[in-house]
Every structure is written in C-alpha cells, then in structure tokens.
C-alpha cells in the first residue's frame, strides 16, 4: 500500500484541526470528502484543496479509499460507521466512538463481520510522551502508582449554542471531554476500578442545560489506588493530569495533547519535553499526525484492530460512561432508555 487514499464522512470544524495534523503526513492523501450537503462538502473542500467534494451515498460507492475518518457529531457516529463497513471499508471514528457501550458493540460486530478496521480516535494515546511517561512508570522511578488526577474542563460562553450542551447531539461534559480523563486513567492503570462514584451539576448554570455541565468521577481499584477524573464545559479549570507514586509524582501540562512533563522524585525535578514535529511550514498540528501514522501503520498490516486503542478499552470507557449518566439519570432524548 504505497500511498493510503482516506475518505471523510463528515466536514465539521474538527476538520479545521485534524487537517493539519494530515498534512504533516507523507505518503497519504484526502481523496474526498462528504457530508449531508454537497454544498457543506465543498466549502471544507475549498479550504483544504480537496479536489471531489460529495454526499455520503456518493462517497461510500468509490473503489479508491482505503479508509473513512468520521469527525461528526457524537449522535451520528455509530450510523456512519457501520454504512462505511458495510460497504467494507475501515473506519476511524471521532471519540466518543459511539454514545454508548451498546452502540459501540454493533459497530464492533459490523465491523469483525465486515473484516475490516475500526478503531477509536484516541489522539492522547499516540504522543511520544505518553510512551515516555509509562516507561518512568516501569523503571519505579516514582514507585508504585496510588493516585491519577485529571482534568479537562473550559466554559462555553453564554451565546454558545452549539452541540456541547444539545443534549439531542449527545452534549455535555462527560462525553466531549471528560472521556479524555477516563482514558488516560485506563491508560496508566491498564484496567478499570472496582468502584466508581460520581456528582454532576445538570440545569444548576443559570442557562439552566439539560446536560452535565460539569462532573467529579472518583474511582477504586482492589488495591486502594484512586483515580479522580474532572471534567466541565461551564467551568475554566487548568486541563492538568497528575500521576501520584509512593517515591514521586508527574505533572502533564495539557495532558490531553501533552508535550511536556514535569517529574519529581527525592526532593529533585526534572523536565521532559517532546514538542510535535511541523513538517510543513505555515502549518501547525497540535499531534493529530501521531494518530494518523498510527492508522496508516495498521492498515499496511492488515490489522483489524489497533494494538493501542483496542476495542475492549473503547467499550471499557463507555460503559462507565453509561453507568456514571445513570447514576446522574442523565438520559438523551434519543435514547428510549439507559441500560
């Protein structure tokens, strides 16, 4: 597979972004892009010299796409997922892969019927710093591992009426950014806690939201190790990780693109720093490469799942992502009920 020919299912403003990271990638190139509208298609289109702008029935008959990237509204992602593998194509999905654990296991099952690839757009997971901070993890540098602390929280303004807090596109902070901290605590721990509890703020902001505006999550492993995980979108809180050991402690900056790391073990600190490489001038990815090499690796494999994000840690997320909602009774109107 000497150039990987992606297709994208959807023209968002995630796309503003994505694309940036894209074209720091060589050997890989947008073969078009589609979304409801043919009109939609083409402006993105225009922005980023895609030459075929199209609709998603005219995209999903091409023979020349190796694979579809999904950056869509979190509500629609499992029905475009599982038409793109249904016309057997390999699919990159926007996280939260789906809205919820059972949703998610259809698109497993499309996607293992199907034979082909399906993977959850985790981007954290693939910076060079998060393969750094779990190796200082190993060597015991700062002993055993008994406390993560993450957050991931801003504050929409007043006038934003965007899907954030449409609880009809599957809004609040849980699921646009507090999945962020759910996988970074599965991350270091490498499985999920014993025991989970968990307070929201739904309709408490004078806009009066009828999603989760803000949220704690405290989890219990068997071994008394904690996680905390903070989460907002009406909240301006600094978007820091923390990784607590028995000999020492790591702060990330902005752990959710993280760049730098701060260590600090036997009354000593040291600094590590892995700055995203920017192969073209004029063009600045935040380190959507990583995860687009990542795919690309995969596909010239044969690989029907990634090693990194797996299917069982996607579904591991989202199914406490259900259990924390019912414990909110936070239920979307498009959900007959929460299971």
Not at 6 to 34: C, K, Y
Request: proline share 5%; charged share 20%; net charge negative.
């Amino acid at each position: 597979m000497d150039k990987i020919r992606w297709g994208l299912l959807g023209a968002g403003n995630l796309l503003n972004r994505w694309m940036n990271g894209f074209q720091q990638v060589e050997d890989t190139e947008i073969a078009a892009i589609a979304s409801r509208t043919k009109e939609t298609a083409q402006r993105m289109a225009a922005r980023f010299g895609i030459t075929e702008a199209l609709t998603y029935d005219e995209i999903l008959k091409r023979n020349d796409i190796d694979i579809m990237f999904i950056p869509v509204p979190h509500q629609a992602h499992k029905e475009l997922a599982v038409r793109a593998m249904e016309a057997g194509f390999p699919v990159l999905v926007e996280k939260p892969a789906a809205v919820s654990a059972p949703e998610w296991s259809e698109m497993e099952a499309c996607a293992k019927k199907n034979g082909v690839f399906l993977m959850e757009a985790v981007w954290t997971r693939f910076f060079p710093l998060m393969t750094q901070i779990l190796d200082i993890i190993q060597s015991d540098e700062i002993g055993d591992v008994r406390h993560v602390q993450a957050t991931f929280a801003y504050r929409l303004p007043d006038t934003y009426q965007g899907r954030a807090i449409d609880p009809n596109q599957a809004g609040g902070a849980l699921l646009d950014v507090g999945v962020y901290g759910l996988h970074f605590m599965n991350f270091i721990y490498k499985k999920m806690p014993e025991q989970v509890l968990s307070l929201a703020s739904i309709n408490t902001d004078h806009l009066h939201l009828q999603v989760d505006e803000q949220n704690v999550i405290i989890g219990q492993y068997g071994n008394g190790a904690l996680f905390t995980v903070t989460s907002a979108i009406r909240s301006e809180m600094p978007d820091t990780a923390w990784i607590f050991g028995t000999k020492g402690y790591i702060q990330i900056p902005v752990f959710w693109k993280p760049e730098t790391a701060l260590i600090t073990c036997g009354g000593s600190d040291r600094r590590i720093e892995c700055p995203v490489p920017q192969r073209v001038n004029g063009i600045l990815d935040e380190g959507y490469q990583y995860e687009i090499l990542h795919v690309n690796e995969c596909l010239r494999k044969g690989l029907t799942e990634s090693p990194v994000i797996t299917h069982k840690m996607t579904y591991d997320v989202l199914n406490m992502c259900d259990k924390l909602r019912k414990q909110w009774g936070l239920v979307y109107p498009f959900e007959t009920q929460l299971q």
